[in-house]
């Protein structure tokens, strides 16, 4: 059985805002196998981006997540994410766990040229991998004849970074003016990376291209470069929040295609958040359909769209507009979260409630193989 | 009759659901509490003047009563001595009393009343003359925009405390208004509206007519100086008014920047292009679509500027210019206190209340329109509004 | 079936400022020579990525923006309509009579009160429900005010068309006295359509109306402009880059691409067999929500070249996959080939 690489076990989630306290997420159970696309489906307003941001405990006050475990699992052990300090969580986000947001121009830094930002991740945790390469090139030179007088002086700093990265020495001097020039090797080998990266995003011209700043990208272009930015410490799980929403049919067919490439090469992954049924079935092994901040139905992409059993996942498949055919909705709205309906969220829409789902909230059982439903219908 | 209640009161209800959320808001944050007191405090004292220090001569109020003529100032708690100020029913200085025996309690709260003129009328020109320009500059832009800009930029380089002293000198003291000509220029005025409106013209064309009818009344009145007066009247300029004048002529430019940039902010919106196609004038799209939009930091600014108004008066109350002697201003009362600061090597502090109060009520003043405005900030910044 | 709208060579072009003396250097070819026909009572369709110049169109084509050149033609009847194309078809571009006629029929040289006069009959509705409503206004007064701004009704009589366009929408009385920002996004857009439509318009362009709705909300909305169209009689000009929503609900459509039409066609015909090779990447690119459906899509290369500098010849040819020599020198016409298709391809010609 493929290994569950992350797991997220009864999250909760608050907003504490001036009109109340709005239950985004309310007991919300996910799972991720080792190499398959999940993906999370579900309209405005049901909490698939703050489940996303969640899991990497970047939701920004007045929210707060309130129970819940997410287990991330690289190695042997699971670790709960949520209970970790900051510290050990920047080590996780962007090497093990990275994430890909909607807009990509305001997900990029608009001082920075679109190579900085790449290599700011680079430099940050691939750092031995860029000195060693670092020193490599200064014994290359060393043996070439070319050393310059201070090139024995960069042989010594970078050893001395490999060896003991926190020194007090390296500290002050990294923050002298002139004698900080070594640093200079270290972001050539970072940008030469970062050029490498984008030409793994199939950017053409990329020397070109990572000199540029994110205004003067497309919206494709600086897409790439934010994928870049995230599998650039080849992540093992990367959390993808319709990235294509925001782009032109035609170029949201040439990332799909490269996110689908990408996950050949990177073996990651990946968790992507759309409200698109159509890119759903184009790139997903299993889904998870969600409301009103809770998971409803858990299954395999042929048993979601062929057999759904969740009443909002039916009603869902068939709003969906085909021509020729008339328009079904689905009747109502959905119920605001500061005072959510007893029961199960769905029992005003739905036109199969009895009298428990207006009571109880069902609980997420296996209903067939793995098939999940959280529905009064399957118990 | 019951039909026409039941609107009003439907009418009504979204926005006192929205004065609801914006007193809840203010109750959030104490500092603006702190500032809405104040202000209120204030409010309450310039209505109140009257009642809290009778004036012993009623025909002016704003003048200080001075229990004699002594040099030295006299601690809080004197008696009076002066016997008609006795039978007005004043007996003892609350707050002592200033060089030449004026009445410290009686100046700083009949100065509160001054400062409010003082805040008020000025932020109130200032605010007219800079949502005028700013919002024909922002609205049409081009050759319009540039021109009125840099006019702004041409009244920014005058230095309002130097010109206020020059105004001072300069305006003579009574300024005669030949009410004739006033008539003449405003009926013209409403002759080009009318003349507008029956002409159905559009946007840039009754910006021109506008210009048409200030040169107009600018030029008549050029004119009329030289020809014999039908009626004049002659308008007292005390010092105070003038400063307020200079205050004025200097404070606008401000708003006009703050405004056209919300303008160029919210002109590009939807729901302004919206109402052009429907079919909306541009003064409508101007007033009902536009403004009520732009006129948050516009509003804020103002609430601050009150404050910083009537500092700069009392700085330049106690230079001097300003209140004329004996008026009830807090500038003019520490500049009483000048020579009282620093008593000599004993006890240097004796006069120290001379000085203190009317500073305090300055102080005070100040912070709460500037908390006030702060508050105002918070609670209607529509980007903040909805946290 | 009538004509109801109709361009001819419709051009909308935006200058490029320059230089230290701010002068013209380039232009944005936004729309560049435009022809389309719409006829009374039918849903006509324009679909095209972003930058095509779609919504340029539609909001040119209502005068919201003054167009560079062409002409437009709002419900001319068919007699003029004959004798002003004898008239340009002839030498006598430049008589009197033809200047006349173009100046009663053709919108595209309305200024002043004559153009405050058509807005009655031609409205819009935006993509984005938020921003298109005024947050300070009640929605009564938002759905009053092009009543009280075209003079038709004031106060009690306006008030009950108010009432009686909101039932029409779907909304109650509940709703009159509310701010936009307490609605969901698929009511705003509801008030928006209610705002359109109260004045009675003959033609109506709904730019991208269902995009920033959701998925379940689109059903509904669709299903309201469908009865809407049937109980007022109203012409749609639906511009969208959704080409499965304009699937649904469009009798014809036109594709563009930067600032020209590469193919028009009905609906159904124009869906199964596209013939213009940027039509057929676009129509294989569009996500089909069924897993049992393999497709082959059509990946294109590069990214749309900017409208300032479009290549020479046809515009698609640096990204066509088969692009011919000609295809470099000289740009397509738009030829009918038979059965109301229209495409502008040298393939095909």
């Given at each position: 059985?493929t ?54 405990n ?12 997410v287990?991330f699992?690289?190695k042997?052990?699971p ?22 947001f ?11 040229t ?9 430099r940050?945790?691939?750092?031995k ?8 090139r ?38 002298i ?5 070594y ?5 050539e ?7 490498n990266?984008?030409?793994i ?13 994110p ?35 035609t ?15 990177f ?34 992409l ?17 709003s969906?507009?085909?021509p020729?055919k ?20 769905f ?33 | ?5 039941r ?21 959030k944050?104490?500092?603006?509490i702190?500032?809405?007191v ?9 209505v ?12 002016n109020p ?36 200033v ?5 410290i ?22 605010l ?5 320009t700013?919002s ?11 021109f009125?800009?840099?006019f ?27 009410l ?9 005025f ?16 009754t910006f021109?007519?506008?210009?048409l ?13 030289g ?9 007292g ?11 004025a ?13 919300e ?15 429907v ?30 108004i009537?500092?700069t008066a009392?700085?330049l109350?106690f230079?001097?210019i300003?209140?004329?002697?004996g008026?009830?201003?807090?500038g ?13 090597i004993?006890?240097?502090w ?10 305090v ?27 | ?6 361009t ?10 320059g ?13 560049d020579?435009?022809?389309?026909r ?5 849903c006509?369709?324009?679909?095209g ?7 340029t ?35 006598d ?8 006629l ?11 009160s ?8 031609m ?13 300070r206004?009640?929605v ?11 003079g ?19 909304l ?35 730019d ?7 998925v ?15 109980d ?8 969208s ?16 691409y ?14 199964k ?8 990447a676009?129509?294989s ?24 500098n ?8 640096p ?18 080939i ?12």
């Amino acid at each position: 059985m493929t290994k569950e690489i992350l797991v997220v076990d009864d999250l909760r989630l608050n907003f504490y805002t001036y009109e109340g306290v709005v239950e985004a997420l309310d007991g919300v159970n996910l799972s991720l196998k080792k190499g398959e696309t999940l993906g999370v489906v579900g309209e405005t307003g049901c909490g698939k981006s703050v489940t996303g941001l969640s899991i990497l405990n970047l939701i920004p006050p007045p929210g707060r997540i309130e129970g819940g475990k997410v287990l991330f699992n690289p190695k042997k052990k699971p670790v709960d994410l949520l209970v970790q300090k900051e510290a050990i969580l920047r080590r996780v986000r962007g090497k093990y766990i990275s994430m890909v947001f909607q807009d990509p121009r305001s997900a990029l830094n608009p001082v920075y040229t679109a190579g900085d930002q790449i290599a700011e991740v680079l430099r940050h945790h691939r750092r031995k991998e860029l000195i060693q390469r670092s020193l490599e090139r200064i014994n290359e030179e060393i043996e070439a004849g070319k050393a310059g007088f201070l090139t024995g002086y960069y042989k010594g700093i970078y050893q001395k970074m490999l060896k003991n990265p926190k020194a007090l020495s390296l500290l002050i001097l990294s923050k002298i003016p002139i004698v900080s020039r070594y640093k200079r090797m270290l972001n050539e080998e970072a940008k030469k990376e970062a050029i490498n990266m984008l030409r793994i995003m199939r950017i053409p011209d990329p020397e070109r291209v990572v000199d540029m700043y994110p205004h003067e990208l497309s919206g494709g272009m600086a897409q790439r470069v934010v994928i870049a930015i995230a599998l650039a410490c080849n992540p093992e799980v990367l959390i993808a929040d319709e990235p294509t929403t925001n782009l032109d049919v035609t170029i949201q067919l040439q990332i799909l295609d490269l996110i689908k490439e990408l996950k050949e090469k990177f073996s990651s992954s990946i968790i992507y958040v759309t409200h698109d049924m159509g890119v759903i079935a184009q790139m997903c092994d299993r889904v998870a359909v969600m409301y009103a901040g809770n998971v409803v139905e858990l299954a395999d992409l042929f048993e979601i769209f062929k057999k759904p059993l969740h009443p909002y996942t039916q009603a869902l498949l068939e709003s969906i507009p085909r021509p020729g055919k008339p328009f079904k909705s689905i009747e109502g709205t959905v119920p605001s979260l500061v005072n959510p309906p007893e029961g199960c969220r769905f029992n005003d829409r739905c036109p199969y409630a009895m009298e428990i789902c207006r009571k109880e909230k069902p609980k997420l059982v296996e209903a067939k193989k793995e098939h999940f439903v959280q529905c009064f219908l399957y118990r | 009759m019951r039909y026409r209640l039941r609107e009003f009161k439907a009418g009504i209800r979204p926005t006192l659901d929205e004065l609801k959320f914006t007193l809840k808001k203010i109750r959030k944050s104490p500092l603006s509490i702190v500032g809405t007191v104040i202000v209120a405090f204030y409010i309450t004292i310039a209505v109140f003047a009257p009642v809290l220090a009778p004036p012993t001569d009623p025909r002016n109020p704003y003048s200080i009563f001075h229990d004699g003529y002594g040099p030295t100032p006299r601690p809080p708690g004197s008696p009076v001595n002066d016997p008609f100020i006795l039978s007005t029913g004043w007996t003892v200085h609350f707050l002592g009393t200033v060089e030449g025996q004026l009445d410290i309690y009686y100046g700083c709260i009949w100065g509160t009343r001054t400062a409010f003129r003082i805040g008020v009328i000025v932020v109130a020109i200032a605010l007219t003359i800079g949502l005028l320009t700013g919002s024909l500059a922002g609205y049409y832009g081009g050759t319009i925009d540039e021109f009125l800009m840099r006019f702004t930029d041409i009244v920014l380089a005058f230095p309002g405390l130097i010109l206020a002293m020059a105004l001072v000198i300069a305006l003579p003291r009574t300024w005669p208004i030949d009410l004739g000509f006033l008539g003449l220029a405003i009926m013209i005025f409403f002759v080009l509206v009318f003349l507008g409106r029956f002409l159905k013209l559009q946007g840039i064309w009754t910006f021109m007519l506008g210009l048409l009818g200030l040169a107009t009344v600018v030029l008549s009145y050029v004119w009329a100086l030289g020809t014999p007066p039908i009626y004049i009247i002659k308008l007292g300029l005390t010092n105070l008014d003038k400063v307020l004048i200079a205050l004025a002529l200097v404070g606008w430019p401000g708003y006009t920047r703050v405004i056209r940039g919300e303008i160029l902010r919210v002109r590009n919106e939807d729901y302004v292009e919206a109402a052009k196609a429907v079919g909306c004038s541009d003064f409508r799209v101007i007033t009902k679509h536009i403004l009520p939009n732009a006129i948050y930091s516009v509003v804020i600014m103002a609430s601050l500027d009150i404050g910083a108004i009537v500092l700069t008066a009392a700085a330049l109350s106690f230079l001097g210019i300003g209140a004329p002697v004996g008026y009830a201003d807090w500038g003019q009362m520490i500049s009483f206190a000048r020579n009282w600061i620093w008593a000599g090597i004993e006890n240097p502090w004796q006069y120290w209340y001379t000085f203190t109060i009317p500073g305090v009520f300055i102080f005070t003043f100040v912070l709460g329109w500037n908390l006030l405005g702060d508050a105002f900030r918070d609670i209607l910044d529509p980007t903040l509004r909805r946290r | 079936m009538s004509t109801l709208l109709e361009t001819r060579r419709l051009k909308k072009y935006y200058p490029v400022l320059g230089g230290v003396l701010r002068r013209k250097v380039a232009e944005i070819k936004a729309v560049d020579e435009v022809n389309i026909r719409i006829l009374k009572g039918q849903c006509f369709g324009l679909v095209g990525e972003s930058g095509c110049g779609k919504t340029t169109f539609g909001k040119t084509i209502i005068r919201l923006l003054n167009p560079t050149a062409g002409s437009i033609y709002l419900d001319v009847p068919s007699d003029i309509m004959e004798e002003i194309d004898k008239l340009e078809n002839s030498d006598d571009r430049d008589s009197r009579t033809l200047k006349e006629l173009r100046k009663k029929y053709d919108l595209a040289t309305y200024r002043g009160s004559m153009l405050s006069g058509i807005r009655k009959k031609m409205q819009i509705v935006y993509q984005d429900p938020t921003s298109s409503l005024n947050p300070r206004m009640l929605v009564k007064d938002v759905v009053s005010e092009p009543l009280i701004v075209q003079g038709l009704a004031k106060g009690q009589a306006a008030r009950k068309k108010v009432l009686e366009m909101l039932y029409k929408v779907g909304l109650t009385e509940k709703h009159l006295y509310r701010y936009p920002h307490e609605f969901s996004g698929g009511q705003r857009q509801r008030i928006a359509v209610a705002r359109a439509l109260i004045i009675d318009p003959e033609f109506v362009v709904l730019d991208e109306p269902t995009s920033s709705v959701d998925v379940s909300v689109r059903a509904q909305l669709l299903n309201l402009f469908q009865d809407l169209q049937k109980d007022l009689n109203l012409t749609y000009l639906f511009v969208s880059h959704d080409l499965s929503v304009v699937e649904c609900i469009a009798h014809r459509v036109a594709v563009m691409y930067l600032g020209k039409i590469v193919e028009l066609a009905r609906t159904e015909e124009l869906y199964k067999n596209p013939l213009h090779p940027y039509a057929q990447a676009l129509f294989s690119s569009i996500p089909i929500p069924d897993p049992t459906v393999q497709k082959r899509p059509i990946i294109l290369t590069g990214e749309v070249p900017s409208p300032v500098n479009p290549p020479p010849g046809c515009r698609f040819h640096p990204r066509c996959p088969k692009a011919m020599q000609i295809c470099t020198e000289k740009e397509p016409e738009l030829k009918d080939i038979g059965n109301g298709h229209l495409v502008a391809c040298h393939l095909i010609h």
